[in-house]
Structure formats: C-alpha cells, structure tokens
C-alpha cells in the first residue's frame, strides 16, 4: 500500500468512526493537480468539483483564500485531535489510544508532506461543499497536498 493510501485508509477509518446519526464524516487527503502555483492547484482542485444539482464552477466562484500557518506542527495537532475526538459523535477513546492514532496520523503524513509549507484554505463555496470543514494545502513546491477535514448532514 502506498503512503498516501495508508493515510487515506486511516483517515477513512477515523472518518467513519465520527460519523453520526444525522451526518458523515470525509477526511482525505489529496495530491492537488500540477500548476506553475499552489493557487492555481487549488483553482484546478476546486474548480473541477460537481454535484447532482451543481456543475463545476469558475474558480473566481470559489473565493479561494489561503494563510500560512505558523507553529504548523502544533496547528495541525490542534486540528487532528478536534476532527479526530472532540466532535460532538467522536468516538471516546482513552488519552493514551488518542494519542497514540494522533501520532501515527502525524507521522504518515509527514512520511508524505515531508517539510512542506502549511497553509490553512477558506473557501465560499458556491455549491454544497460540507455542512462544517477545515482544509489545508501542503506545499512542497513541485508537489502539492489538500487535507480535508468535514461533515455534512
């Protein structure tokens, strides 16, 4: 199994332990599409994104914004551990168990980002996208990753 489809085997999995009784949970993590900048992988990225009710629509539609995120290390923690175990339908698991998925999140993902720039995106999706999400974007200059934190109902 490559790296990226561990992570994403294991996201799936925490994913589904989040899911609840009126929503489901999508983590993932993707390789964004070549372009000459992160903006215009995240332009390609969000721009290419359909429903049954929505075409694509223009990346301009998307108001795509991105910061980067300082102490990248302790955000993304941060942001693990809430999507991982503090939403409402979490699983409860001990600290140590916690933890220990925490950790092994972490280092398969660096195995993949490596030491990559962190940024935080936001978006004004003008289509469905999720009821409640937290995405960043990895960028390692010739490669780029999205990872996608979220619910819909």
Known sequence: MSDLASVNSLLAEIAEANDGVNHSSDYSLNMLPPAESMQLA???????????????????????RTREVTDATRYLLAATRR???????????DRVTAERTIKEFMDRLVSIVGTSKVFEVKVHPPMWYECVWQDFVFDGGNCRWFLHFGFSD
């Open 42 to 64: 995240l332009e390609a990225y969000f721009s290419a994104m359909s429903t049954s009710n929505s075409d694509p629509q223009p990346p301009e539609r998307w108001n795509i």
């Open 83 to 93: 999507w991982f175990y503090d939403l409402e339908f979490s699983p409860k698991v």
